[in-house]
């Protein structure tokens, strides 16, 4: 049965040499599709041309994360205009969306801060719009903004997804009450994560989608170790376990869910 990873960022093992042994890996797991995430501009063009030399296994989104954005925002925004023409074309704009966990805690300084990311989640949310992409977000102690952020911008909430969802079932509600879908890692396998496993189910299997987020965020049982999409399998069969179903229906739900989001063939 095919699995799809979401959600991963490959660049990391494409400059260290050993993304040909990763993937062999996922393809040996049954993950046989990846949506690459892109964060800055040095990542667009790896995952561009990695799309070119595996156009069936890999897909790619453009995106500036929010961690990223500095003074020159606009700058760096405006450079995803040019890998929105040709053929090796990302399927969404992302990750991008808000993120104040590393701000500093004196609201006088973050505020700034919270504003120049807002301005380029806005903006980026505009081009999505304007090109009629889906969006991936980001969202990190800032789930209530980014709602406003998104509800402003217009967009279609069927085309977006909260990555890494560590939220509760209250705020997954709120996504699905727009129309918008949430998005599990390796997080909904720890134990502490109770409230992530009662949000998946509070979604639903109609909506639910699967990534490993890695290099992060391994699935039990190999939490703590690099990630890879290999290890999509233990996130899937512990969520196939959760739905009470078995792992090749979970399996092709999520791969359709995910397809159909990103207008994968």
């Not at 964060?39 to 667009?44: F, G, I, K, L, N």
Request: with cysteine; glycine share 6%; proline share 6%.
């Amino acid at each position: 049965m095919p699995f799809l990873d979401s959600h991963c960022h490959l660049d990391r093992f494409f400059r260290e040499g050993n993304l040909p042994a990763i993937l062999d890996r996922a393809k040996a797991a049954e993950v046989n599709q990846l949506v690459t995430i892109g964060t800055e501009p040095e990542d667009w063009s790896i995952y561009r041309e990695l799309v070119h030399s595996h156009p069936n296994l890999i897909a790619y989104t453009v995106g500036l994360h929010p961690n990223e954005v500095k003074e020159d925002w606009q700058q760096v925004v405006a450079a995803i205009d040019e890998h929105l023409v040709g053929e090796r074309r990302p399927v969404a704009v992302g990750e991008i969306g808000l993120d104040y966990f590393r701000l500093p805690k004196d609201e006088s300084k973050a505020a700034p801060l919270k504003d120049l990311q807002k301005a380029a989640f806005a903006s980026q949310l505009a081009l999505a719009k304007q090109v009629d992409l889906p969006v991936v977000i980001h969202c990190r102690d800032s789930f209530n903004d980014c709602l406003r952020c998104i509800d402003d911008a217009g967009i279609d909430w069927a085309k977006v997804v909260f990555h890494c969802f560590s939220e509760g079932p209250d705020q997954v509600l709120l996504l699905r009450e727009r129309g918008g879908r949430a998005s599990f890692t390796g997080i909904i396998t720890y134990g502490s994560a109770e409230n992530v496993r009662q949000a998946a189910l509070a979604q639903g299997l109609d909506r639910l989608m699967l990534e490993t987020d890695c290099p992060y965020l391994a699935p039990a049982p190999h939490r703590g170790n690099p990630n890879e999409p290999a290890f999509l399998r233990h996130t899937a069969k512990f969520c196939a376990d959760l739905f009470e179903i078995d792992l090749e229906t979970l399996g092709q739900l999520t791969t359709l869910n995910a397809r159909t989001f990103y207008g994968l063939e």
